[in-house]
């Protein structure tokens, strides 16, 4: 026990200096100016975090334990696949204040910057409520299966409403704003007064909507393992390439008609997992991260598929024509 926390120890000092040296790195260096985030550019990042999580993985392996190290790989795909939906939302948001693409790279650094602080506030306290009071856990699932059903029957809103967002309502009413939009700062002066952004307001936006989602995802990955270490872990690495995963998805991302009902499932798969344990019924988590793989997997074949056959039949129509 000792020899494990002793490496924990070693592993988060190891993740903190990824985490540290890549902020440094793409904002002091790469990206001190802005630009358009290219398809190529958005692969060779989605690529380097998805290594870079697989190696962090390996040596939670070799250090911690395959147990462990097979919650980390479950935890984080279950984030992963979560976080496409905070994807679809992101699109919606920026599309509605009319940002410039040269401008998303700051805006989603900044939401994942707070996307840090915040899941690691949710998660420590999450794992104090679960340490205290483990039936908090079947209200945990309760919850997931509700918001599973709830999503799967939901149609995809393709508009964005701030009165919704209770953030957005307070800054507009008791601060300054200044509508630039261009010029990529957060605060600007006018006739020497300062005035926030379009741009913070986006940010604080975005924040607010990730807050919401995690309070679905926080759950879902205490339903795997309740070990705060791997839960954050791989959660953090799953947020960091989200970023990257939002420049690579966003114009092929309406293609995949299914994926919102195959997270559902994984989201009513993971709450009544939860509750089966109330009958003394549990799954391993090889088995849980198989299920959710399939699940997955099947959404995004089944939008291809479907994809495929609606243009072949258009196709078909045009030659009667």
Same mark, same amino acid.
């Given at each position: 026990?000792?020899?494990?926390?002793?490496?924990?120890?070693?592993?988060?000092?190891?993740?903190?200096?990824?985490?540290?040296?890549?902020?440094?790195?793409?904002?002091?260096?790469?990206?001190?100016?802005?630009?358009?985030?290219?398809?190529?550019?958005?692969?060779?990042?989605?690529?380097?975090?998805?290594?870079?999580?697989?190696?962090?993985?390996?040596?939670?392996?070799?250090?911690?334990?395959?147990?462990? +190290?097979?919650?980390?790989?479950?935890?984080?795909?279950?984030?992963?696949?979560?976080?496409?939906?905070?994807? =679809?939302?992101?699109?919606?948001?920026?599309?509605?204040?009319?940002?410039?693409?040269?401008?998303?790279?700051?805006?989603?650094?900044?939401?994942?910057?707070?996307?840090?602080?915040?899941? +690691?506030?949710?998660?420590?306290?999450?794992?104090?409520?679960?340490?205290?009071?483990?039936?908090?856990?079947?209200?945990?699932?309760?919850?997931?299966?509700?918001?599973?059903?709830?999503?799967?029957?939901?149609?995809?809103?393709?508009?964005?409403?701030?009165?919704?967002?209770?953030?957005?309502?307070?800054?507009?009413?008791?601060?300054?704003?200044?509508?630039?939009?261009?010029?990529?700062?957060?605060?600007?002066?006018?006739?020497?007064?300062?005035?926030?952004?379009?741009?913070?307001?986006?940010?604080?936006?975005?924040?607010?909507?990730?807050?919401?989602?995690?309070?679905?995802?926080?759950?879902?990955?205490?339903?795997?393992?309740?070990?705060?270490?791997?839960?954050?872990?791989?959660?953090?690495? +799953?947020?960091?390439?989200?970023?990257?995963?939002?420049?690579?998805?966003?114009?092929?991302?309406?293609?995949?008609?299914?994926?919102?009902?195959?997270?559902?499932?994984?989201?009513? =798969?993971?709450?009544?997992?939860?509750?089966?344990?109330?009958?003394?019924?549990?799954?391993?988590?090889?088995?849980?991260?198989?299920?959710?793989?399939?699940?997955?997997?099947?959404?995004?074949?089944?939008?291809?598929?479907?994809?495929?056959?609606?243009?072949?039949?258009?196709?078909?129509?045009?030659?009667?024509?």
């Amino acid at each position: 026990m000792a020899d494990k926390i002793h490496y924990e120890h070693i592993l988060y000092i190891i993740f903190a200096s990824i985490i540290i040296l890549f902020m440094f790195f793409d904002l002091g260096i790469f990206n001190r100016k802005a630009h358009e985030i290219k398809f190529k550019e958005a692969l060779y990042q989605t690529i380097f975090w998805v290594v870079i999580s697989f190696a962090f993985n390996y040596l939670i392996y070799l250090y911690i334990g395959k147990k462990e +190290a097979i919650e980390y790989l479950t935890t984080y795909v279950t984030e992963k696949s979560l976080s496409i939906d905070n994807i =679809f939302v992101f699109i919606i948001i920026l599309n509605f204040f009319d940002i410039k693409k040269k401008h998303y790279h700051k805006i989603l650094v900044y939401g994942i910057l707070g996307a840090v602080i915040f899941r +690691a506030l949710f998660i420590f306290i999450g794992g104090m409520l679960v340490e205290q009071f483990s039936w908090i856990l079947y209200i945990f699932g309760a919850v997931l299966v509700y918001t599973g059903v709830k999503l799967f029957f939901t149609k995809e809103d393709k508009k964005f409403n701030p009165d919704d967002n209770i953030l957005y309502k307070y800054l507009t009413r008791h601060f300054k704003f200044s509508p630039d939009k261009d010029s990529g700062k957060i605060i600007i002066k006018e006739n020497g007064v300062r005035h926030f952004t379009v741009l913070f307001l986006v940010i604080v936006v975005i924040e607010s909507t990730d807050i919401i989602f995690a309070l679905d995802s926080i759950p879902a990955v205490f339903s795997i393992t309740q070990d705060t270490f791997v839960i954050y872990t791989s959660n953090i690495f +799953a947020i960091m390439g989200l970023r990257s995963m939002f420049f690579l998805l966003r114009n092929v991302i309406n293609r995949f008609k299914f994926l919102q009902q195959g997270i559902s499932i994984v989201l009513v =798969f993971i709450g009544a997992k939860m509750l089966a344990e109330i009958f003394g019924y549990e799954f391993s988590i090889s088995l849980s991260l198989l299920i959710i793989l399939i699940i997955l997997i099947s959404s995004i074949l089944l939008s291809a598929t479907l994809r495929k056959h609606i243009h072949y039949l258009k196709e078909n129509d045009e030659d009667k024509n």
